[in-house]
């Protein structure tokens, strides 16, 4: 199965050794714009069919985006590896999704971490949410 990661799991960033054993099969962007935001010290990607109401803002260069990341192929062992780092389903959730790869502009289906809207909400009100407008980590 393929992951798109956009974040800490990145290669070459901080817990990219969770991925220690996924075949890498190049950087890609999402299809379908998101917003990517930084949650404490890690981040945390919304796709608009789960936005919370404190999103909502007139301002375009403020909503969402194409978010950049990278995929790779795992297997089901470390998939359920890094459920379990990240927190499924209490903090974050998998979702399916589509990417373009850039070397050669193929558009995989792919898994990826989503936090849950609410989580991103919560966290908001405690002054701990911070958006990321390069729509990169």
Not at 37 to 48: G, I, M, N, R, S
Not at 51 to 73: K, M, R
Not at 97 to 107: N, Q
């Amino acid at each position: 199965m393929r992951l798109f990661v956009y974040g800490s799991l990145k290669r070459g960033y901080q817990h990219a050794d969770e991925l220690s054993g996924a075949h890498f099969l190049g950087a890609a962007r999402t299809l379908d714009p998101a917003w990517l935001f930084q949650v404490d010290d890690y981040p945390a990607l919304v796709f608009p069919s789960a936005q919370p109401g404190w999103l909502a803002t007139p301002d375009p260069s403020a909503g969402p985006g194409y978010i950049t990341g990278e995929v790779f192929e795992i297997g089901e062992v470390l998939l359920a590896r890094l459920d379990r780092f990240e927190d499924v389903p209490q903090l974050y959730q998998r979702r399916i999704i589509s990417v373009a790869l850039e070397a050669g502009d193929r558009v995989l289906t792919s898994e990826t971490y989503v936090m849950r809207a609410e989580q991103v909400e919560e966290f908001s009100q405690r002054g701990r949410v911070t958006r990321l407008p390069r729509r990169t980590w």
